[in-house]
Structure formats: C-alpha cells, structure tokens
C-alpha cells in the first residue's frame, strides 16, 4: 500500500478529487512501564507506522467515513448533530468522539467531512492504535476547519475520548507520545504534571526493532487493575510514615528504609518495582543527554527483569522474545513494553546486523512457543502533523 494507492481509493470511494492529507504515529513505551499510574515518569516516543488520513470538507452535515483496514464493515455514515457513540459505528468510534469532543469544548465544526483512513500499525500488538486513529483526527479537523488548538490541549481531548466516550480508563502518555512526538527525540513525561522535556535519541547506527509476540493481549486488562489496586494499597502503608501522594514521589533509598512497613511480599515486589522504575527513567534521560546508550540499553534491560520478576506481567511469550534478544551479538538492550501478558517487546539493535538478528530471535521463539513472532524496524518520527500530497511511506 502507498499514498497513490490510498489518493486512488479516495477517488473511487468518494468520487472526489480534491482531498487533504494528514498522519499520525504509533508510538512505543522505551522506559517507564506501569510507573504512569503511580505519579512516576514515562519515556515514549513516536514511531514512523501510523494512520494516515485523507479527508475533505462537505457542504452538508454528513459525515462518511471508511477504512482501508476494516474493508468488510463498508462506509460509516452519521449525521454532525448525532455525535452519540453506536457499537455499530465499530472503529469509527473514534473520530466519531473527536469531533463531539472537539464541538463540546467550542471548536466550530459546522459542515461534515468524507474521510479515508489507512493504519499500518499491527492490530492488537500494543503500539496504541487507537490513540493515533484519535489524533490524526483531531490534526484533521483542526486544519480542515481552520482551528487553533493548543497541541496539549487535543492530547487531552484524546484522552477524553479514550476515557468516557470509548469508556477505556487509560492514562495520558499515549496521546501524548503521539501529538507530541519529535524526529529522533524521546519524551521523559510526568504524567501527573504532564511536565515534559525531549531527549535526543540518535541512532545513527543502531534502529528500534518492534517484535510482536502475536499473543493478543487477554489478561491485560483484569492483571492491569489489580496491579493499581495493589500500588494503592503500597502507597497507603508508605503514608503511615512518609508524607507522600504518590509512589513516584519516593526514592529507592526510602523505599528502603520503609518497606519493613509492607508485610505483604507480594505488595512489597509491585511498589518496589514501580519506584526503581521510575528512577531507572529518570537515569535513561541523563544517560541520552550523555550520549551513552550502552547504559540506555542497561536500564532497558534491568527494566524488564523488574518486570518479570517484581511486577510480574510479562509472561513466556515476552520473556522468550527478550531472553533471545539479549543472546544475540549486536543488541543493546531489550525489554517488554506496554500494559504486558502479550503484546510487544522492543530492541535497539545495530542496523547491519538486524536481519541476522531477526531471524535467529524468530528461530528461537518458533521452537519454544509453537507460532512465530512478527518483527518491525520501525525509526523514530514526528508526532501528529499535516502531510503532502506527495508524501511516500
């Protein structure tokens, strides 16, 4: 699939050749994991698969949309002045509750929109495809209609979105990652604050290998919940002696000199984890600003053992991706990212040696787990923008 092919199908489908077009990343999780929820630091960055969008304004107030990924369900058609979320409306759910969010909150949206989208992120692997079908919405309908809007703020109605339209109780790195995200630049974010600063991340010789372990995500959600349950519980026996709001708010060293105050081993694990967690993404920005990835590659490492062993959400599928990552000459470090039980793992790899690479973790993890994996080399890129009509993927 490239861009003629998507300029071609808008033309078939909408019988219109005046079209604008639009993107919006992906985005992966290099530090930080589970720390987002308990006041800490996360260190995403967006990533160059995304979902493009190729839209035009309509005289009337219909709204048509269609998607090259879910050829099956047709066109979605509403009406601007029904806005409701419908099961029915399946994907488009989410441009649907952009633009009512972005109406609610007094942006002046008064025509509807014929709208292609097209995403080339795997369904289902954790590099938050949702977020970016949110965002490229939100950067079409602020230029389609003329629209100034501060970028934080449609990160946040992303977030809104997520949250009470979809009804998923999701934190706000994601949208943030991808309406924010630089070419070549991790962003350590406070996601209480949403504080941010950019780190450079230039991998002249080295790339970011995705890999997938094609194992869907099931326990996620329900392990997810009861991990923050059990971080709320961590916190209230820390506040019996320290004055804190959050465990991202204490040190290791507190951590330390207070766990005695945790009789449960299992609690103790989760919060111990949470906060080395969060140090371990404070140490990775220092470790960029110095140019020292071998260390950057450390911590991701360490990150994952902490994750299998403290936080325990990774499972066999990851931990046989990772482990063979790690036995391969050329990696520099390799971890899990996102929520865990499935998903992805990620790897910064030496670009000469990535095919290599590739396929002696895919031999390993074939034999052990009965499937493949999949594998992406995927760059870091820009957040959410406006594209040309000659842009090539």
């Not at 989410?94 to 008064?110: A, D, F, H, T, V």
């Not at 708010?249 to 105050?261: D, M, P, R």
């Not at 931990?319 to 899990?336: I, K, S, Y």
Request: glycine content about 8%; aromatic content about 10%; charged content about 25%.
């Amino acid at each position: 699939m490239d861009f003629q092919d998507l300029a071609k199908r808008f033309k078939e489908i909408f019988q219109e050749d005046e079209y604008r077009s639009f993107f919006a990343p992906g985005r992966i999780n290099l530090i930080g994991e589970h720390t987002d929820y308990n006041g800490g630091h996360v260190f995403p960055c967006a990533i160059t698969k995304g979902t493009y969008a190729l839209a035009r304004k309509r005289s009337d107030h219909k709204v048509r949309m269609y998607s090259m990924n879910f050829e099956q369900l047709g066109m979605i058609e509403f009406d601007l002045n029904n806005l409701d979320y419908d099961d029915a409306h399946n994907w488009a759910n989410y441009p649907k509750g952009m633009l009512r969010y972005l109406r609610e909150n007094g942006y002046s949206i008064q025509t509807g929109v014929d709208v292609l989208f097209y995403g080339n992120i795997p369904n289902g692997a954790g590099l938050s495809s949702s977020a970016s079908i949110e965002l490229v919405s939100g950067v079409m309908f602020e230029n389609l209609f003329d629209l100034k809007i501060d970028r934080v703020e449609l990160v946040k109605i992303g977030q809104q979105v997520e949250n009470k339209f979809i009804g998923v109780n999701s934190g706000i790195m994601d949208q943030f990652a991808i309406g924010m995200g630089k070419e070549n630049a991790g962003i350590l974010l406070n996601c209480d604050t949403l504080d941010y600063k950019y780190a450079p991340l230039e991998l002249e010789k080295h790339l970011i290998l995705i890999m997938n372990t094609n194992k869907r995500r099931e326990l996620a959600d329900s392990k997810y919940n009861e991990r923050r349950s059990e971080c709320e519980q961590a916190l209230e026996l820390f506040k019996q002696e320290l004055n804190v709001e959050a465990l991202g708010n204490i040190s290791s060293t507190q951590f330390e000199q207070n766990k005695h105050l945790i009789s449960d081993s299992i609690i103790q694990k989760r919060a111990k984890h949470a906060i080395y967690e969060n140090e371990r993404t404070l140490q990775a920005l220092r470790a960029l600003k110095e140019g020292n990835l071998d260390e950057f590659g450390r911590l991701m490492d360490a990150s994952h053992i902490s994750l299998r062993d403290d936080y325990e959400v990774t499972g066999i599928e990851l931990d046989t991706l990772v482990a063979a990552a790690w036995a391969q000459d050329g990696v520099l470090g390799a971890r899990m990212t996102g929520a865990g039980f499935g998903g992805c793992a990620i790897a910064i790899v030496e670009k000469d040696k990535a095919q290599a690479i590739i396929e002696s973790i895919g031999a390993i993890y074939a034999e052990k787990i009965g499937y493949k994996a999949d594998f992406y080399e995927v760059s870091i890129g820009d957040g959410a923008k406006v594209l040309t009509k000659e842009y090539i993927f």
